[in-house]
């Protein structure tokens, strides 16, 4: 048993296609199932059904690749320890972060760790959560920034800040005259949510109950007002600046992007508050955690992330 082999069974896995994962491994195809075979006649079982049209990994196959993905993240950890003094802030970190974070916290990020790091540039992915959780997973990325809760075995996550739920508005709106607004008052109003699937849509409705009543009410009765089409929060933030109606954005969010005052309109929750913690995650066998630390550090330092805690005490205290 080799890593090479333990490294072709990994990539298999996750291709499930042998010329693929051939690819992926820069070796020829051949090469690739000879290796995969020999492994599998040393263990005794089969690793892989195979067919003409697909390769399923087998139950005692996927107990043995989950361990032999933690062989190769170990080896990375025996590499830096054999190198003594190695800098681990000068090569790339690969980040991932969802779709409703990334594009807002990320301007602000960079510039930050840039000038902590300067030799620690990002590969950078958005994506939905469970894309990030499986690529995490996989070792294809070093880190990423989701929302809680995030369970996943032998990842740790570090709370980085809570953002809170404002609503954005048409500047000529009726509520725009109120200091504060109610979920419930938002349940009379035409809706703009993510689609279903969204991470941020379940988090809204979760934290927001009389929503819920109104999508289920308004699905029932098949009424056009409540639209849950939309792919972005940029989609859905040009829509209420068209008048169609009014969503409900995570503060960065609301506030990344100025229209001019007599367009849109932003207005917080009356308490409770809706708010959603943010956090980075990370594999606990990954090598090199004064990246980690450094990432997280930068973090913190962002105004975005402050502004987030300043508008933040209503949800603190219900913690």
């Given at each position: 048993m080799t890593l090479?082999?333990?490294?072709?069974?990994?990539?298999?896995?996750?291709?499930?296609?042998?010329?693929?994962?051939?690819?992926?491994?820069?070796?020829?195809?051949?090469?690739?199932?000879?290796?995969?075979?020999?492994?599998?006649?040393?263990?005794?079982?089969?690793?892989?059904?195979?067919?003409?049209?697909?390769?399923?990994?087998?139950?005692?196959?996927?107990?043995?690749?989950?361990?032999?993905?933690?062989?190769?993240?170990?080896?990375?950890?025996?590499?830096?320890?054999?190198?003594?003094?190695?800098?681990?802030?000068?090569?790339?970190?690969?980040?991932?972060?969802?779709?409703?974070?990334?594009?807002?916290?990320?301007?602000?990020?960079?510039?930050?760790?840039?000038?902590?790091?300067?030799?620690?540039?990002?590969?950078?992915?958005?994506?939905?959560?469970?894309?990030?959780?499986?690529k995490l997973r996989?070792?294809?990325?070093?880190?990423?920034?989701?929302?809680?809760?995030?369970?996943?075995?032998e990842v740790v996550?570090?709370?980085?800040?809570?953002?809170?739920?404002?609503?954005?508005?048409?500047?000529?709106?009726?509520?725009?005259?109120?200091?504060?607004?109610?979920?419930?008052?938002?349940?009379?109003?035409?809706?703009?949510?993510?689609?279903?699937?969204?991470?941020?849509?379940?988090?809204?409705?979760?934290?927001?109950?009389?929503?819920?009543?109104?999508?289920?009410?308004?699905?029932?009765?098949?009424?056009?007002?409540?639209?849950?089409?939309?792919?972005?929060?940029?989609?859905?933030?040009?829509?209420?600046?068209?008048?169609?109606?009014?969503?409900?954005?995570?503060?960065?969010?609301?506030?990344?992007?100025?229209?001019?005052?007599?367009?849109?309109?932003?207005?917080?929750?009356?308490?409770?508050?809706?708010?959603?913690?943010?956090?980075?995650?990370?594999?606990?066998?990954?090598?090199?955690?004064?990246?980690?630390?450094?990432?997280?550090?930068?973090?913190?330092?962002?105004?975005?992330?402050?502004?987030?805690?300043?508008?933040?005490?209503?949800?603190?205290?219900?913690?």
């Amino acid at each position: 048993m080799t890593l090479t082999e333990l490294r072709y069974v990994v990539t298999l896995a996750r291709e499930r296609h042998f010329g693929r994962a051939a690819e992926r491994c820069h070796v020829s195809q051949p090469t690739l199932s000879v290796a995969v075979k020999k492994l599998e006649e040393e263990l005794g079982i089969s690793l892989f059904e195979r067919s003409k049209s697909s390769i399923r990994v087998t139950e005692v196959g996927q107990r043995i690749i989950d361990q032999a993905q933690t062989v190769l993240d170990q080896v990375g950890v025996i590499k830096d320890l054999a190198q003594d003094g190695k800098n681990q802030l000068n090569s790339p970190l690969k980040v991932g972060a969802i779709y409703t974070i990334g594009p807002y916290l990320f301007p602000h990020l960079l510039p930050e760790l840039r000038r902590a790091a300067p030799e620690m540039p990002l590969f950078i992915e958005e994506n939905y959560t469970a894309n990030l959780r499986q690529k995490l997973r996989h070792s294809e990325l070093d880190a990423i920034i989701i929302a809680l809760p995030f369970d996943e075995p032998e990842v740790v996550t570090l709370p980085l800040y809570d953002e809170p739920f404002v609503v954005l508005l048409p500047a000529d709106h009726p509520l725009t005259e109120k200091d504060e607004i109610t979920a419930e008052e938002m349940a009379e109003e035409q809706l703009l949510l993510l689609g279903p699937g969204h991470c941020f849509r379940d988090q809204v409705l979760e934290s927001c109950p009389p929503l819920v009543d109104a999508v289920t009410r308004r699905a029932g009765e098949s009424q056009p007002g409540l639209v849950t089409e939309g792919s972005s929060l940029e989609t859905i933030r040009h829509m209420v600046a068209s008048g169609l109606g009014i969503t409900v954005l995570p503060l960065s969010a609301a506030t990344a992007i100025k229209y001019q005052e007599d367009i849109l309109a932003v207005r917080p929750f009356a308490a409770p508050v809706p708010f959603r913690t943010v956090a980075l995650a990370w594999r606990v066998t990954f090598p090199r955690p004064k990246a980690i630390d450094m990432l997280s550090l930068a973090a913190s330092q962002c105004r975005v992330i402050e502004r987030a805690k300043e508008a933040t005490p209503a949800a603190a205290a219900q913690k």
